[in-house]
């Protein structure tokens, strides 16, 4: 089993559209969780992290359900330029007291108009 | 300015050639890493450095080799070559090495090995 396995993509909705992605990750081990954005051909950018109780930045909506080890994102009212592929990141500390970031493969999303 | 900066952004090679990809970062970050990314776009950690130590060093065959000469720079050397080595290779820092730290990338180079 994947560490982070994502949903397979690709989703392709209309601008306005309400999009869901879903992610699970196998170590329960796993202490902070993140969604990273990637453009093509460009690095990984930080969207937001998440949290247990939930988390909302403007039109972007992220739950932790960590009993479940499932993390979510939500996008309402998507734009042309939420076109990326989202990656559900989750961190773990390595026992030499590092910490890894593990990324799962990316869910990508085209908005059209 | 650039707060993670790699080069080169390409890099076209033999196979069997060594080759070196530089990284700095001007955030004042105390740990740096190298990812790859695959053809698959998988992004996969390969090394991790907390104050000139390396910390994590994931299964990575030894012809890899992270140099740190002073805690702005991570470059990573890659002896002898394959063409397995062909993928994006991403440098990122963050503040520490703690858990929920963001990591910011630098803009990847792309290393194609013929």
């Known amino acids: 089993r994947k560490e982070v396995e994502q949903d397979p993509g690709p989703f392709n909705v209309p601008e306005g559209a309400t999009v869901a992605f879903n992610c699970t990750y196998s170590?329960?081990?796993?202490?902070?969780f993140f969604w990273y954005r990637q453009d093509c051909r460009k690095e990984p950018k930080l969207l937001m992290s998440?949290?247990?109780s939930g988390n909302e930045d403007g039109r972007f909506t992220a739950q932790l359900n960590r009993a479940s080890q499932y993390i979510s994102l939500l996008i309402r009212d998507s734009k042309l330029s939420d076109s990326a592929t989202y990656l559900c990141?989750?961190?773990?500390?390595?026992?030499?007291?590092?910490?890894?970031?593990?990324f799962g493969k990316g869910t990508t999303l085209s908005v059209s108009s | 300015d650039t707060a993670v900066s790699q080069t080169p952004k390409y890099l076209v090679t033999q196979m069997g050639n060594d080759k070196s990809i530089k990284c700095e970062q001007n955030?004042?970050?105390?740990?740096m890493y190298w990812y790859k990314q695959d053809s698959k776009k998988f992004l996969k950690i390969m090394f991790s450095?907390?104050?000139?130590?390396?910390?994590i060093n994931e299964t990575v065959p030894n012809r890899f080799s992270p140099k740190s000469p002073d805690k702005a720079h991570l470059n990573l050397h890659i002896n002898s070559l394959e063409l397995g080595d062909s993928a994006v290779y991403f440098c990122?820092?963050?503040?520490?090495?703690?858990?929920?730290?963001?990591?910011?990338f630098g803009p990847g180079t792309r290393l194609t090995v013929l």
């Open positions: 990122a820092s963050s503040q520490d090495g703690t858990t929920g730290r963001e990591q910011f």
């Open positions: 170590n329960s081990a796993s202490q902070s």
């Open positions: 998440v949290y247990s």
């Open positions: 990141v989750v961190s773990l500390t390595h026992p030499q007291a590092g910490t890894a970031l593990i």
């Open positions: 955030l004042g970050h105390d740990t």
């Open positions: 450095y907390n104050n000139k130590e390396l910390i």
